[in-house]
């Protein structure tokens, strides 16, 4: 079996980072992801407000992304390291393996939906990953949402491609109702008339296969705040 001394789990910006610094100490690293390189930072860089705004950090994403060689699949196991790719399972023994999958939007446990197989419900990060994709995922969208900067970013560049927004609180009661698609939804008792629904109430660390590693970068922080994960990635790298 194949040795390495670290092997990074995710390619966004505290993966890349993570890999320049052990390659210019000497290591032998493997990098995975399981999608694209960039991580949210690559959808991030399709949309025009959001480019504007991490423009520092998709900057150095880039630039590392370049330098960085990248191997493209999911890892499923992290001690061995087992690697579902297109070219089937591959295993590998690595020291130490440095979780840099990144956080996700927390999912809305309290969310009722009164209606079977209802389309247009979305947590923040996957609107915005669809309509990076150039996808249209309605025409009046309802955000309910903790308010944050990102929400407010988020409201305007959906409002610069055209979307009817209406922006309310997340509330301890919400309901969706419809049919094929959401037609409305009532939180705490209000009723809005939409076909699409937008949810954020904070971020939770995406590592769906529970995979054992050190935690670096927003899968630690979990934030739209990038400052924060950079301050985190700049403290562990300290460390060598």
């Not at 000497?26 to 959001?50: H, P, Q, T, W, Y």
Request: hydrophobic share 40%; aromatic share 10%; net charge positive.
């Amino acid at each position: 079996m194949p040795s390495v001394d670290y092997v990074v789990i995710g390619a966004g910006f505290a993966g890349l980072h993570c890999a320049r610094k052990l390659i210019d100490k000497g290591f032998n690293i493997l990098v995975f992801d399981m999608r694209e390189a960039g991580g949210e930072l690559a959808v991030f860089s399709k949309l025009s407000g959001f480019a504007k705004e991490y423009e520092k950090y998709i900057k150095k994403m880039l630039e590392l992304k370049e330098a960085i060689p990248i191997e493209f699949g999911t890892v499923i196991k992290s001690k061995p390291v087992i690697v579902s790719s297109k070219n089937g399972l591959r295993r590998f023994e690595a020291r130490r393996a440095l979780l840099c999958t990144g956080a996700t939007d927390s999912l809305p446990i309290k969310l009722n939906v009164l209606g079977k197989k209802i389309s247009g419900i979305y947590t923040l990060d996957h609107a915005l990953r669809a309509v990076a994709e150039n996808k249209r995922i309605g025409e009046k969208i309802l955000f309910v949402c903790k308010r944050e900067p990102v929400v407010n970013l988020a409201v305007k560049q959906f409002a610069e491609l055209n979307y009817t927004i209406e922006l309310v609180e997340v509330g301890e009661n919400i309901e969706v109702r419809g049919e094929k698609r959401v037609e409305e939804v009532e939180v705490n008792g209000v009723k809005y008339r939409c076909d699409a629904i937008v949810f954020y109430n904070g971020r939770e660390p995406f590592n769906p296969l529970k995979l054992k590693g050190t935690p670096v970068g927003n899968i630690a922080v979990c934030s739209y705040d990038y400052s924060k994960v950079e301050e985190h990635v700049k403290n562990f790298l300290a460390k060598f």
